[in-house]
């Protein structure tokens, strides 16, 4: 048995695919240095070249770009974590105090991953919100928070999706917001309205605001009915002035 001559058409057949693999990560690498591509914004111009130019490469880069973006959704929606200091997520820290949850996170919509939209990265943002408003602010440390399955109870799930490279899909992505925000929604309402009483906060600020429902305004009238009552010719600007001015302090001090 004898060894085939190797000639340069044979050399060219066996190292063609992997010359046109080179070539497309030459194509890729390029790329991201010239346009300092990472986290979400790789994860696009990957989604893009796929979409494009169909290629098994291709798609073992666009899954293993997706992986660290994944996992940093999970562990926003899950602990609330954001250890971010490449600056990857869409989802960054302000300046401003974590007492002030609202402000204190932000959405960084150059950073997200296509096809992911707006709508979903902003709910996944407010689950991240609302966990640390339930920690920070509210020392609320539930045992429900701390066991969330946003695979809905099959692990399996994640490979699956990771295999057929729908790791960041609209779809996957938002079910498994849903399933998170569900969960501590409900336990946002519940410490809010329940433990903290938000509804009889809000009925006194009514109150303020509606000066007592017209309490106020008959307190007032009755305060200033003597002077009023008096005849018009005694009846002075001064001395209504002053009457009003008293029948406030006494509203307001009651």
């Not at 692990?155 to 490279?165: F, H, I």
């Amino acid at each position: 048995w004898s060894v085939p001559a190797l000639t340069l058409r044979r050399l060219l057949m066996q190292v063609g695919v992997e010359s046109s693999n080179l070539t497309m990560l030459y194509t890729v690498c390029q790329h991201v240095h010239v346009q300092e591509l990472k986290g979400g914004t790789l994860v696009s111009f990957l989604h893009v070249l796929g979409t494009h130019y169909p290629s098994p490469l291709y798609a073992r880069l666009h899954r293993s770009a997706c992986l660290p973006v994944l996992q940093f959704i999970e562990a926003w929606i899950c602990n609330g974590s954001l250890d971010d200091k490449w600056e990857e997520f869409f989802i960054v820290r302000t300046n401003e105090s974590i007492s002030n949850w609202t402000s204190a996170f932000a959405l960084k919509t150059a950073m997200l991953p296509a096809p992911l939209s707006v709508t979903t990265a902003s709910s996944i943002l407010a689950i991240g919100r609302s966990l640390h408003y339930l920690w920070e602010v509210c020392n609320d440390h539930d045992e429900m928070l701390n066991s969330m399955d946003v695979w809905g109870g099959e692990r399996e799930n994640r490979n699956l999706a990771a295999a057929e490279g729908l790791l960041l899909s609209e779809e996957v992505i938002a079910k498994m917001a849903q399933r998170a925000g569900t969960i501590v929604h409900a336990r946002l309402k519940q410490v809010l309205f329940h433990n903290h009483q938000l509804h009889a906060h809000m009925s006194l600020i009514k109150q303020v605001l509606l000066c007592g429902a017209g309490d106020a305004t008959l307190t007032l009238l009755a305060e200033i009915e003597p002077t009023l009552n008096a005849s018009a010719s005694s009846l002075s600007l001064l001395t209504l002035t002053a009457s009003v001015q008293a029948a406030l302090r006494s509203v307001y001090d009651s």
